[in-house]
Nanobody, 116 residues
Framework: QVQLVESGGGLVQTGGSLRLSCAAS????????MGWYRQVPGKQRELIAS????????NYAASVQGRFTISRDNAKNTVYLQMNSLKPEDTAVYYC?????????WGQGTQVTVSS
């Protein structure tokens, strides 16, 4: 079984920064991609960033392009999301996701709140 554990959420003022981490553990023999979604109450979960294991290709939603940076440490099966220039509209629960062993896994979510 694979588990994803997130950390790094919290409260920050507009213009501030936060860094989220997500570590995958368990029986991992193929970790193809990892990424981050976020969800606001009443809205669909939104993919905001993803990164491939091989080659490190990244993809970002337009809403975070240029402000957020996704990176990973393959040896640790860990993905990071550096969030800069945060805005109140970035307030959401952020979920880590990973495509491991040909299945999709989700973290428990971490709250990010940006005060105006």
């Amino acid at each position: 079984q694979v588990q994803l554990v997130e950390s790094g959420g919290g409260l920050v003022q507009t213009g501030g920064s936060l860094r989220l981490s997500c570590a995958a553990s368990g029986s991992i023999f193929n970790n193809n991609a990892m990424g981050w979604y976020r969800q606001v109450p009443g809205k669909q979960r939104e993919l905001i960033a993803s990164i491939l294991t091989k080659g490190g290709s990244t993809n970002y939603a337009a809403s975070v392009q240029g402000r957020f940076t996704i990176s990973r440490d393959n040896a640790k099966n860990t993905v990071y999301l550096q969030m800069n220039s945060l805005k109140p509209e970035d307030t959401a629960v952020y979920y880590c996701t990973a495509h491991i062993n040909f299945r999709d896994y989700w973290g428990q979510g971490t709250q990010v709140t940006v005060s105006s």
